[in-house]
């Protein structure tokens, strides 16, 4: 048991745990707090996996910005409780029956493709890729345009929001 | 480096499942939205695990171009509930039909 394998469990015990309560609980708040756990513990197998920059972004736009976000609108409208598995027994069960089979499925597709037969990681590219430099370069070069898109994507939905919140228009 | 890729893609589809599971049983328009958010996260992990293994910065720009994404539509999203909870006084997505044929 090496200190990468244990932070590996750990954080993904998290993940997987943090995840199952979010969907399961009854009060949104407290759904939205566990959320942001699983972010949070997200961040840390990014910085695992050598993604620094991501890992900080996450932190920062996901578990800072759009959980605000939701945490605002929120407590804005009224939390109600809705109660768990009352209505619709029949959908849920449903439900639940497909996620299982399309688990098993994706696990079985995993291990049929087989990935890291075909992936010799090398520690230091790795290191390499993550780092904001790196990132940077690609995309103020590579992926100028796209990045552009995206600045215009939040412009419109920065409108689109606006617009749609308001209360009557003039 | 010496996990295997495959924990990171079981994992990863674990918590897609989990985010589908919840979009199918929650009625709160608010969850199912933080459901959504649970599996663009699980691809998320995916495209950085592949980056990482394959040494290439271009799966993580993904990453950063699907937050833009995530980011623009939550702020959307949340205010269609909005105007809706103004119209309706209700969060249920079963109330909330007037789309529905």
């Known amino acids: 048991m090496t200190i990468e394998l244990i932070l590996f469990i750990i954080f993904s015990a998290i993940a997987a745990v943090s995840s199952i309560l979010m969907i399961t609980r009854s009060n949104p708040v407290i759904s939205a707090l566990f959320l942001i756990l699983n972010f949070a513990s997200l961040a840390g197998l990014y910085l695992l996996l050598n993604a620094q920059f991501i890992a900080v972004a996450q932190v920062i736009v996901y578990a800072g910005a759009i959980m605000v976000l939701f945490l605002f609108v929120i407590m804005l409208l009224k939390p109600e409780r809705e109660k768990l598995f009352a209505a619709h027994p029949r959908v849920k069960t449903f439900a639940l029956i497909i996620a299982v089979l399309v688990f098993i499925q994706l696990v079985y597709m995993i291990f049929l493709s087989d990935p890291s037969s075909s992936l010799n990681p090398v520690a230091a590219e790795s290191v390499k890729a993550g780092t904001i430099e790196q990132i940077g370069r690609e995309l103020y070069t590579n992926y100028v345009l796209p990045f552009e898109a995206a600045g215009f994507l939040l412009l419109a939905a920065t409108i689109g929001a606006l617009v749609l919140a308001k209360k009557k228009f003039d | 480096m010496i996990i295997p890729i495959e924990y990171y893609l079981i994992l990863s ?29 699980s691809a998320n992990l995916t495209l950085v695990a592949f980056s990482s293994y394959m040494g290439n910065s271009v ?43």
């Open chain 2, 13 to 41: 589809a674990f918590m897609f499942i989990v985010g589908v599971t919840g979009v199918l049983i929650r009625r709160n328009a608010i969850i199912v939205f933080m459901s959504i958010e649970l599996m663009l996260n």
């Open chain 2, 59 to 101: 799966g993580q720009l993904f990453v950063f171009f699907v937050m833009t994404v995530a980011a623009a539509e939550a702020a959307v999203g949340l205010a269609v509930i909005i105007a809706m909870f103004r119209n309706k006084m209700t969060m249920n997505i079963d109330e909330i039909n007037i789309l529905k044929w």
